[in-house]
């Protein structure tokens, strides 16, 4: 069973640059074909779908957010990291990890697997 462990500093202050991990236990991020994904909920509750990773390597990024976000991986350690450059207080939300079978842009529809999250606050 695939399980998904998100982490991240908490709290950074604005137009610093965020780095959150998703650890990946039970599954390969290479192997699994899965498309592993960052999707993030608001304080207001709104969603955002970031962007994805697919096994082969392949991202696919939220062009809302344009060249601030990144998406990256560690096969050694199994773990897949968003970085997000030039943070804003709107920034501010949970961020999860979520995987499933099929790549679509959306933050809710045909995840198999989800983090529990981690609250990333952007204050100064």
């Known amino acids: 069973q695939v399980q998904l462990q998100e982490s991240g500093p908490g709290l950074v202050r604005p137009s610093q640059t965020l780095s959150l991990t998703c650890m990946v236990s039970g599954g390969s991020i290479t192997m699994d074909t899965l498309y592993w994904t960052w999707i993030r909920q608001f304080p207001e509750k709104g969603l955002e779908w970031v962007g994805a990773m697919r096994w082969s390597g392949s991202i696919y990024l939220n062009p809302l957010l344009g060249s601030r976000i990144s998406i990256s991986r560690d096969t050694s350690k199994n773990q897949v990291t968003l970085q997000m450059t030039s943070t804003t207080l709107e920034d501010t939300a949970m961020y999860y990890c979520?995987?499933?079978?099929?790549?679509?842009?959306?933050?809710?529809?045909?995840?198999?697997?989800w983090g529990q999250g981690t609250q990333v606050t952007v204050s100064s």
């Open positions: 979520a995987a499933k079978t099929y790549f679509s842009p959306n933050y809710d529809i045909g995840y198999d697997y």
